[in-house]
């Protein structure tokens, strides 16, 4: 079992910044890969970041150059630096973490990018969310 637990989310004007952090407890030791997901109000959950077991990391379209994901394992955090808000990123943010040989891992860049079926694919462990809201 992991447990995740998201934090840093608030209020920002467009064009500010946002730095969301996601604390990773319990069997966190086996090699992992990890990912930011965000659900807009009347819309459907999608990927915004990832980050394998070898620190290959993935965008969607949307965010690229604009949010940065990094971990660091010795403190079992997952971090997600989010630049240049715009009122289209303001949703609830998850963290979810799973096993590296899990199918969700070995096709990550897909799950991020939203051309792997989510029945199918679903990271294992999921945060309760936290709210990003940015105003225009």
């Known amino acids: 079992q992991v447990q995740l637990v998201e934090s840093g989310g608030g209020s920002v004007q467009a064009g500010g910044s946002l730095k969301l952090s996601c604390t990773a407890s319990?069997?966190?030791?086996?090699?992992?890969?990890m990912g930011w997901f965000r659900q807009a109000p009347a819309k459907e959950r999608e990927g915004v970041a990832g980050?394998?077991?070898?620190?290959?990391?993935s965008y969607s379209d949307s965010v690229k150059a604009r949010f940065t994901i990094t971990e660091d394992s010795a403190k079992n955090t997952l971090y997600l630096q989010m630049n240049d808000l715009k009122a289209e990123d303001t949703a609830i943010y998850y963290c979810?973490?799973?096993?590296?040989?899990?199918?969700?891992?070995?096709?990550?860049?897909?799950?991020?990018?939203?051309?792997?079926?989510?029945?199918?694919?679903?990271?294992?462990?999921w945060g309760q969310g936290t709210q990003v809201t940015v105003s225009s």
């Open positions: 979810a973490w799973d096993y590296s040989i899990s199918r969700s891992c070995t096709n990550l860049a897909a799950v991020i990018g939203g051309s792997a079926d989510r029945g199918e694919y679903d990271l294992a462990y």
């Open positions: 980050i394998d077991s070898v620190g290959s990391v």
């Open positions: 319990g069997n966190t030791r086996s090699t992992h890969c």
